[in-house]
């Protein structure tokens, strides 16, 4: 089993920045890759970013690639995904999730363990 929490959720200005953590304990393994989704009120959950287990390759969604970094810490066990110059689009709840591989996708059905969320807010 994996643990994941969810930290650094919350409220913050349009144009403003946030960095989001996701730290693993459990039977953690650093070639898992690790996703962010996130999930609006009454939308589905969608992807946002990906790393993986290694952190050289990283994938995004359209609507925050150039505003969103993610990175990793394995000695940490934690994801970071950075958001900058946000809009109140990106509110919503934030979920981190882990594969038992090292590959990243975006398909929210390929990940097998989450975290319990972070709320990040976007005022105009």
């Known amino acids: 089993q994996v643990q994941l929490v969810e930290s650094g959720g919350g409220l913050v200005q349009a144009g403003g920045s946030l960095r989001l953590s996701c730290t693993a304990s459990g039977r953690t393994s650093s070639s898992s890759a690790i996703g962010w989704f996130r999930q609006a009120p009454g939308k589905e959950r969608e992807f946002a970013a990906g790393i993986t287990g290694t952190g050289r390759s990283t994938l995004y969604a359209d609507s925050v690639k150039g505003r969103f970094t993610i990175s990793r810490d394995n000695a940490k066990n934690t994801v970071y995904l950075q958001m900058n110059s946000v809009k109140p689009e990106d509110t919503a709840v934030y979920y981190c999730?882990?594969?038992?591989?090292?590959?990243?996708?975006?398909?929210?059905?390929?990940?097998?363990?989450w975290g319990q969320g972070t709320q990040v807010t976007v005022s105009s």
């Open positions: 999730a882990a594969r038992g591989i090292a590959a990243v996708v975006a398909a929210r059905d390929r990940y097998d363990y």
